[in-house]
């Protein structure tokens, strides 16, 4: 079974509203990845953290990541109708994905 | 221009007929892996190799086959065992094997059997 699993498991907001996603892991992580799924596509990789960093940014994006609660949260500032995907966390050495968390963002 | 392809985009088949879908990678990584998903679901592994030659199965390599004979391709087979084949199948690749590298994903093969 995987390691990482994303909560909720679908989001849906305005535009300009920021969107928050969790994702909780089972065992000790060297790092952490969120992906991005846009409908029948690929997953896209949005953005790494290291277990010995507690938040990244990149962007509107931003991660968190706590070790001792063994979760990461995602949070999408001021978000735009292209925000609407699929998100999936990966944890540490997993090659595998939880059912991820689809965000509906309403114009 | 690196990347990772699939072909076809879509594909059909007939019940009882194997099918194999392409998976090509110019990016030089080591690790190739294939998922299946469905409908409003998650991606479930169906098989990964971390080097040529070499390959293991997944959660779901019951009814598929693979091989790895290059290091820039990994085809997989969706045989006539394979139950419930209808699925989008997605393959990727990473640099380092053991999947803590970033993975780097192909435009998926959209599967429906007939």
């Known amino acids: 079974s995987q390691q990482g699993e994303e909560d909720p498991q679908a989001l849906s907001i305005q535009e300009g509203e920021n969107a928050t996603m969790n994702c909780s892991y089972k065992t000790s992580i060297n790092n952490l990845q969120w992906y991005r799924q846009n409908s029948g596509r690929g997953l896209v990789h949005l953005i790494l953290i290291r277990s010995n960093e507690r938040e990244k940014h990149s962007g509107r994006l931003r991660v968190t990541l706590d070790t001792s609660k063994k979760s990461s949260s995602l949070l999408i500032t001021a978000s735009r109708a292209a925000d609407t995907a699929s998100y999936f966390c990966a944890a540490g050495n997993d090659m595998r994905f939880g059912a991820g968390t689809r965000l509906t963002v309403k114009p | 221009d690196g990347g990772i392809t699939q072909s076809p985009k879509y594909l059909f088949r007939k019940e009882g007929q194997n099918v194999t879908l392409s998976c090509e990678q110019n990016?030089?990584?080591?690790?190739m892996y294939w998922y299946r998903q469905d409908p409003g679901q998650g991606l479930r592994l169906i098989y990964y190799?971390?080097?040529?030659?070499?390959?293991q199965k997944g959660d779901i390599a019951e009814g598929y086959s693979v091989s790895r004979e290059k290091k820039e391709s990994f085809p997989l087979t969706v045989t006539s065992a394979q139950k419930n084949p209808t699925a989008f199948y997605l393959c990727?690749?990473?640099?380092?094997?053991?999947?803590?590298?970033?993975?780097?994903f192909g435009p998926g093969t959209r599967l429906t059997v007939l």
């Open positions: 190799s971390q080097i040529v030659n070499d390959f």
């Open positions: 990016l030089n990584h080591d690790a």
């Open positions: 990727a690749s990473s640099i380092p094997s053991g999947g803590s590298g970033t993975q780097y």
